[in-house]
C-alpha cells in the first residue's frame, strides 16, 4: 500500500507568493485622509504585514510601527518580523477608525492606508482603491466603506429590478414575439 502526501504550504507562504493588492496615491496632493488602499487576503497581521511592509520600505523608508483598531482584527501580534528588522503593532480603539492602517516611518513620517475587507467583490474593492487614490481623498476609511456598500445594495436593486421585468416580458418580449404579417 502506498500513500500519497501533497505538500500544502501554510498560509503565510502561500500569502508572500500571491501578488500584494495595494493602491498608493501620488504624493504631489497635501490634506488627504488616505494615502492608498490594502485589500488583504486574511484578518491575520502576523502573515499580512510582512508583504505590505516589504513593499513599503523601499518606497517610504523603513516601517517601524504598524497601528489598527482591534475592532476588525481578531488576533494583534506586539511584534511582526519583517526583513531583519522588526515592525511593532499597536491598537487604539477609540481614536482609530476601524478600516484604517496607520503605518509610521522614523525616517519620512505617517501614512494612511483604507483596509479593504477580505471578503469584498473584486469590483468594489477596485472602486474603493481608485476612491481612496484618487486627488481628492477627503473621505474618511468608513464613509468610504459605507459608499462602497451602499453601491453594492444600489446594484443588486437594479439586477433584481431588472430580473422581474424580463420575466414580465422585458427584453426578451421583443426577441421572441411573432412577427405580424399584414
Not at 68 to 85: A, C, E, F, Q, S
Not at 157 to 162: F, L, V
Request: hydrophobic letters at 45%; zero cysteines; glycine letters at 6%.
Amino acid at each position: 500500500m502506498t500513500a500519497t502526501i501533497l505538500y500544502m504550504p501554510a498560509v503565510e507562504e502561500r500569502t508572500f507568493s500571491l501578488p500584494l493588492r495595494l493602491a498608493l496615491a501620488s504624493t504631489d496632493t497635501s490634506g488627504a485622509l488616505l494615502d492608498g488602499a490594502w485589500w488583504p487576503r486574511s484578518r491575520d497581521l502576523a502573515a499580512e504585514l510582512p508583504a505590505l511592509t516589504a513593499v513599503l520600505d523601499p518606497l517610504w523608508g523603513r516601517i517601524t510601527h504598524v497601528t489598527v483598531n482591534p475592532t476588525l482584527w481578531p488576533v494583534i501580534p506586539r511584534k511582526v518580523p519583517v526583513d531583519g528588522h522588526v515592525v511593532r503593532v499597536g491598537w487604539f480603539k477609540a481614536e482609530q477608525d476601524p478600516h484604517k492602517l496607520l503605518l509610521l516611518s522614523y525616517t519620512v513620517g505617517r501614512w494612511d492606508l483604507l483596509v479593504i475587507p477580505p471578503q469584498t467583490d473584486p469590483a468594489i474593492a477596485a472602486w474603493l482603491m481608485t476612491a481612496a487614490t484618487g486627488p481628492l481623498r477627503s473621505h474618511t476609511a468608513s464613509d468610504l466603506l459605507e459608499r462602497a456598500e451602499y453601491q453594492r445594495i444600489m446594484t443588486e436593486a437594479d439586477q433584481a429590478r431588472e430580473a422581474v421585468w424580463d420575466s414580465e416580458g422585458g427584453h426578451g418580449a421583443r426577441e421572441t414575439a411573432p412577427a405580424r404579417s399584414a
